[in-house]
């Protein structure tokens, strides 16, 4: 087990809990999003992740950041933009004990949203993104 995929469970678990999350995108929120046509919008998928070294010496510990990004085939942008507060609002300023990180690891920060934005391609559904970041140890 990697900080990232510890950290990438953690984040679809409380997305697949909070009630409107899954209101918008029923239970869609994905790793990667699957080819087989399972997938129909409005969706969530995590993005790219990303790990920085913390230098302290209590042990090995990360600033770990991650994209997701909401997706939504309806007219405008309002869902896409919906679905990215439904998300601030379930992630933002978590902790421990609403975080459980697969062991070894723990979260040593609240998750914090550090910026949001949107894609624009007129031949694309439209998506939406927010960036996340907090502080990852690895337990001894």
Known sequence: MTPELAFQK?????????PD????????VFDEVPNDGEATPPYIYLGPMNRR??????????????????????????????????IVQAL?????????????????QPIQITQGGDVVDPLAPKSVFVDLSTIIARDN
């Open 92 to 108: 933002d300023m978590k902790e421990a004990p609403d975080v459980t990180l697969t062991a070894p690891f723990s979260i040593q």
């Open 10 to 18: 953690a984040i679809a678990d409380l997305l697949i809990a909070d």
């Open 21 to 28: 999350v899954n209101a918008l995108v029923n239970g869609q």
């Open 53 to 86: 070294r913390v230098q302290m010496d209590c042990g090995q510990v990360w600033t770990i950041t991650a994209r997701l990004y909401a997706i939504s085939v309806e007219f405008g942008r309002g869902q896409a933009w919906e679905t990215i507060e439904a």
